[in-house]
Each structure stands twice: as structure tokens, then as C-alpha cells.
């Protein structure tokens, strides 16, 4: 049985999101990364600088991303009129509470952070915008995993391993699907140092134009700074989460 060739296509997709892992790169480090010699691994590299899709450091010689991306970046924002609809609520959560609101995205398999507001405390859980959350210790994953049909549930088990970065990691099925059914029950999802110990986060799912529970909108920091005001947290995020909903039908209709 033959293997199917790697197309050109693949290898420079390949190359672009491996500075979604590392912001900065040497060519041996790009090669290894997307497992190329360093003579075909500096092809690919010119070609995407000379379209402004890389750029190098003439000093270090290190590659980094261009201009051109964040071009398409914003051009990406602006084709998903939702995340305008999001916004304006991001914003009241921020002013409320002062701690990180993430707004994150169901797409192709994946939950993704697709905006984000940060706090303006020294300590504080920071949004990483274009990173691919944990479907099962994140507020996000489960927020909208508790909406999910049998089948598109399943396709997530089949794909996504269970890990466990604390003690208090969810990790096996039966667990997570007993969390999934208090969410539903309560309307809301809790990353309770799941991800990392000393960190809380409180995700709610969000009803897009289509009527799908497609995105989920989270608050997160210490522990102890969400847990003072967990009440008034979740409240304003069930609010958001349904004034949302009503509007985004509206201004989409």
C-alpha cells in the first residue's frame, strides 16, 4: 500500500502554524519541527516571507510571522459579524468584574479562542486568541460540549485523549459525562483549577444566529477572586448569555 504524497499546500500550513507553537524560530527549529530537511524547510521559508506571510530578523536571523497575517487576521474578524454581537457584553463583564472574558468558537472538532479581554490586575488568567482549548478541563470545551448531539459528542471522545494537568483534571468518560449533565442542569460550566491549580473559570455556551450552540463565553482568574463573587459571575453570564442569544437572531435576521 502506497502513502499519499504530502502536498506542496500541507507543508506550508504546516510551516505557518508551527509559529503558532513557538512566536520565533531558527530554520533548524522550523525544519524539526515540521520534520523537513533544512534545505526544503528554507524554500518554503522564503517563499512565505517574500509574500509577507514571514518575516526575518536580519540580526538574530530568526523567522517570526509578517504583516500580512495580521491583515488576514482582521479580515477574519470582521467575517464573523457574531463576535461583534459578543462584544459589547465581553466588555460589561470586564468593567463588572475586572478579570479575563474569552470568547471561544466550535469549529472543524476543536473549541478555539477566537477574542478576548484581559484584566487589568498583575495577576490574572491571560486570553490566548487562535489557541485550541481543552474539550474536557476547560469552562469553554464543556459549556458547549453539554449541547452536543450523541454523535458529534462522540466524534470529540474518538479524537480527543483525556489529559490531566492537576489532581483535579476530569479523567475518564463516566466523569465527564456526569459534569456535562450538571451544566445542563445549572446552565453553566466550571474549569475548578482543572487546568491548572490556583485558577478558576466560568463558561456558559452561547445560541448563534443558526440557533446552534456554536460559541461559549468565559470569566477567568485566582481562585480566590472568582470565588467572591461566583454568584455575581455566573448571573451576568447567563444574562449575557441570553441577551445574546436574543440579539444575535435579531441583528442577523
Not at 520534520?35 to 524547510?41: I, K, N, Q, R
Not at 449541547?147 to 465527564?176: G, M
Request: glycine share 6%.
Amino acid at each position: 500500500m502506497t502513502t499519499a504524497p504530502v502536498r506542496l499546500s500541507d507543508r506550508l500550513v504546516a510551516v505557518v502554524e508551527s509559529f503558532l507553537r513557538s512566536p520565533s524560530q531558527s530554520l533548524s527549529q522550523v525544519a524539526a519541527a515540521c520534520f523537513m530537511e533544512p534545505p526544503t524547510a528554507t524554500r518554503y521559508l522564503s517563499q512565505l516571507t517574500a509574500h509577507g506571510w514571514l518575516e526575518r530578523d536580519p540580526e538574530t536571523k530568526a523567522y517570526r510571522l509578517g504583516t500580512r497575517l495580521i491583515e488576514i487576521g482582521e479580515a477574519a474578524r470582521k467575517s464573523r459579524p457574531f463576535v461583534d454581537v459578543v462584544r459589547p457584553f465581553m466588555r460589561n463583564l470586564l468593567d463588572r468584574f475586572d478579570e479575563t472574558v474569552s470568547l471561544a468558537v466550535y469549529e472543524h472538532g476543536e473549541i478555539v479562542i477566537i477574542d478576548g479581554m484581559e484584566s487589568r490586575q498583575s495577576i490574572r488568567r491571560g486570553a490566548n486568541i487562535g489557541e485550541r482549548d481543552n474539550w474536557y478541563i476547560s469552562s469553554l470545551g464543556k459549556a458547549i460540549m453539554a449541547h452536543l448531539n450523541a454523535n458529534e459528542l462522540r466524534r470529540i471522545l474518538d479524537t480527543h485523549p483525556f489529559t490531566r494537568p492537576t489532581a483535579k483534571s476530569i479523567r475518564d468518560v463516566d466523569s465527564l459525562l456526569a459534569d456535562l449533565e450538571r451544566i445542563r442542569e445549572q446552565g453553566y460550566a466550571l474549569d475548578d483549577e482543572e487546568s491548572q491549580i490556583g485558577l478558576k473559570c466560568v463558561g456558559v455556551a452561547l445560541c448563534d444566529p443558526a440557533g446552534r450552540h456554536s460559541h461559549a463565553l468565559s470569566i477567568s482568574g485566582p481562585t480566590r477572586r472568582i470565588d467572591d463573587q461566583l454568584d455575581e459571575i455566573v448571573r451576568e453570564l447567563l444574562v449575557a448569555a441570553r441577551s445574546v442569544g436574543r440579539g444575535s437572531v435579531g441583528a442577523m435576521s
